[in-house]
């Protein structure tokens, strides 16, 4: 007679489960960042973020001034009065020339700030002078008057120059304008910028009468 298995009230016990396992997660090299990581990628970032404001700012301000029309210079009058070469080689001279500024552009005004006019013959640096400072507004025209009366020493290639030019009495002189002008647009103002107006010109020399024979000219703007 077989002995009886005593009573497991019903439940079954298999072999024993094992618990589950945990992970536990340990930090990397890679993961995260350091110190000097961090630092050197939030200094970048502000670096970026300046970058595209002043660019956002930039490209603001060129389509608002866009449109502009630009300033046209010409020289209306010159009278040259004097012009003789003593025989020391001496340029004696005596220039008065109309330069007028037209705005075309209906919203944009402009501050010229600092002009400085200067006179030149064959690269020889006649005279200068400062005008006054003034704000031309929408759509004028405005006339500088500027007299140079001095002397200056000729040599070499200059005096060659001179002497051919003697003959026909028409001579090459050069006005320029040195500017710091800002462009104004309701209440936005450019920073101060620093044209150089550049007239070449071919002036008669005559008595100082109101028959010249001068052909107006117009001049060349560079930024």
């Not at 340990?26 to 993961?31: E, N, W």
Request: positive net charge; proline residues 6%.
């Amino acid at each position: 007679m077989s002995e009886k298995q005593p009573q497991l009230n019903g439940a079954y016990y298999g072999p024993a489960v094992p618990p589950p396992t945990k992970h536990y997660h340990r930090p990397g090299r890679g993961s995260g960042c350091g110190g000097c990581c961090c630092l050197f990628t939030f200094l970048l970032k502000i670096i970026l973020s300046i970058v595209v404001i002043v660019g956002l700012a930039a490209l603001i301000v060129w389509l608002i001034f866009r449109p502009i029309n630009p300033i046209k210079f010409h020289v209306t009058d010159a009278q040259l009065t004097e012009f003789n070469l003593t025989s020391n080689n001496n340029l004696q001279y005596k220039l008065a020339v109309n330069i007028t500024i037209r705005n075309p552009n209906k919203k944009i005004g402009i501050y010229y700030d600092r002009i400085e006019a200067r006179a030149y013959y064959e690269n020889q640096r006649l005279a200068s002078q400062m005008l006054t400072p003034f704000y031309q507004g929408h759509k004028t025209t405005s006339v500088l008057s500027s007299t140079f009366d001095g002397q200056q020493i000729l040599l070499g290639e200059d005096l060659q120059d001179f002497n051919q030019e003697k003959t026909s009495g028409i001579y090459s002189v050069d006005v320029k304008l040195y500017l710091k002008i800002r462009f104004k647009l309701g209440k936005i103002k450019t920073p101060k910028l620093k044209p150089v107006i550049k007239c070449e010109l071919k002036v008669p020399l005559n008595s100082g009468d109101s028959t010249s024979n001068f052909t107006a000219t117009k001049c060349e703007v560079d930024f």
